[in-house]
T-cell receptor
Framework: GQQLNQSPQSMFIQEGEDVSMNCTSS?????WLWYKQDPGEGPVLLIA?????ELTSNGRLTAQFGITRKDSFLNISASIPSDVGIYFC????????????FGKGTMLLVSP | ETGVTQSPTHLIKTRGQQVTLRCSSQ?????VSWYQQALGQGPQFIFQ???????GRGNFPPRFSGLQFPNYSSELNVNALELDDSALYLC????????????FGNGTRLTVT
């Protein structure tokens, strides 16, 4: 099935560093979402973006909905060890349906 | 804690068998969808149920079927299991209206041998 192009595939950083990851698509989405998944658990919603150009923050996390509606990025500032996990972007075309198209994920490792 | 609960957490089945996975949606959520997540991949949409009717389906064969009950709990059934069906199966629920996002359960890890 289709998946979004998410990069980087993995990152290994030092505690306190900032992190940036992005997601691109060949087609337009009307909603972009960022999820985090810890081992043995389901994805947990971090940020939802509903409008092209929108920039939204949630604590140390900031995400933007690209103007073309074909991309999004997620920044994490001042990373801490509990930021470790797999981050997924997801696009949704129609708010009336739950069909999400996911990226393959970015695995983040943070060294104390 | 999303309020979406799935059972069982782990399951081992043999090729050719049938399996039923269960999901209890978050209170007030009348839309439920199921996703398959293979190792190292993002979740893939299987289907969605709204008010007990299937109203969206991904690229999965008919041996993947589901049910949604009046209390909005849900089942995923897979017949004639194949080795490639081994995956984490995620249930997610949302409110019907507007832009309410999906909230996922912790999944059922299915292993087919």
């Amino acid at each position: 099935g289709q998946q979004l192009n998410q990069s980087p595939q993995s990152m290994f950083i030092q505690e306190g560093e900032d992190v940036s990851m992005n997601c691109t698509s060949s087609s337009i989405f009307n909603t972009w979402l960022w999820y985090k998944q810890d081992p043995g658990e389901g994805p947990v919603l971090l940020i939802a973006l509903y409008k092209a150009g929108e920039l939204t923050s949630n604590g140390r996390l900031t995400a933007q909905f690209g103007i073309t509606r074909k991309d999004s990025f997620l920044n994490i500032s001042a990373s801490i060890p509990s930021d470790v996990g797999i981050y997924f972007c997801a696009g949704q075309r129609d708010s009336g349906y739950s069909t999400l198209t996911f990226g393959k994920g970015t695995m983040l490792l943070v060294s104390p | 804690e999303t309020g979406v609960t799935q059972s069982p957490t782990h399951l081992i089945k043999t090729r050719g068998q049938q399996v039923t996975l269960r999901c209890s949606s978050q209170s007030g959520h009348n839309t439920v969808s199921w996703y398959q997540q293979a190792l190292g991949q993002g979740p893939q949409f299987i289907f969605q149920y709204y008010r007990e009717e299937e109203n969206g389906r991904g690229n999965f064969p008919p041996r993947f079927s589901g049910l949604q009950f009046p209390n909005y709990s849900s089942e995923l059934n897979v017949n004639a299991l194949e080795l490639d069906d081994s995956a984490l199966y995620l249930c997610a629920s949302r409110l019907e209206a507007g832009n309410s996002p999906l909230h996922f359960g912790n999944g059922t890890r299915l292993t087919v041998t």
